[in-house]
Antibody, heavy 122, light 109 residues
């Protein structure tokens, strides 16, 4: 059974970089054809797709965040990471990591982490 | 930018059929997926590829898609089905951006 777990600071100052890591257990992050993804949800609001990284290392990002987002993978640690730069209060949200399955052009998230709250505040 | 549109809320009595719609211009070409999210929990996939049900999801959950609209149907809704439901799909750009609908609050009482 695949499991994902987010980790990282729960509090980030405005203008700084938010950094989160997702540790995958129960399977190798480099095996199979999966899209390792980040999704966020502000309190009381809906879900927003941030981006994904394929097992080959190729990435796709939400155009609304693309200039500030980097997703990378560390296969030796079975982890993938999110960096979001120049954060503001609008980036305060629960951040989820998830495994994307399906086709490159039509994929869905079958396994999710429990989510981690990141607050942007001075 | 591409959007998926859902009604903000749907309310039914226990045992009734709940239908939640999701409209999007790319749905004729792209699959729709449905997630259930209960308070304080991560979303759970209840329907994939328009109408398929993952293992462990009760048979009362079903999905369909026609033209630019996808529909999640809960036949004989139960109190424990009360949750937020999100449709999800991908856009038609080369970026294959993931897009969630705004979510529908299902009340069963």
């Amino acid at each position: 059974q695949v499991q994902l777990q987010e980790s990282g600071p729960g509090l980030v100052k405005p203008s700084q970089t938010l950094s989160l890591t997702c540790t995958v257990s129960g399977g190798s992050i480099s095996s199979g054809s999966y899209y390792w993804s980040w999704i966020r949800q502000p309190a009381g609001k809906g879900l927003e797709w941030i981006g994904r990284i394929y097992t080959s290392g190729s990435t796709n990002y939400n155009p609304s965040l693309k200039s500030r987002v980097t997703i990378s993978v560390d296969t030796s640690k079975n982890q993938f990471s999110l960096k979001l730069s120049s954060v503001t209060a609008a980036d305060t949200a629960v951040y989820y990591c998830a495994r994307g399955s399906g086709y490159s052009y039509s994929y869905y998230f079958d396994y999710w982490g429990q989510g981690t709250l990141v607050t942007v505040s001075s | 930018s591409y959007e998926l549109t859902q009604p903000p809320s749907v309310s039914v009595s226990p045992g009734q059929t709940a239908r939640i719609t999701c409209s999007g211009d790319a749905l004729p070409k792209k699959y729709a997926y449905w997630y259930q999210q209960k308070s304080g929990q991560a979303p759970v996939l209840v329907i994939y590829e328009d109408s398929k049900r993952p293992s462990g999801i009760p048979e009362r959950f079903s999905g369909s898609s026609s033209g630019t609209m996808a529909t999640l149907t809960i036949s004989g809704a139960q109190v424990e089905d009360e949750a937020d439901y999100y449709c999800y799909s991908t856009d038609s750009s080369g970026n294959h951006r993931g897009v969630f609908g705004g979510g529908t609050k299902l009340t069963v009482l």
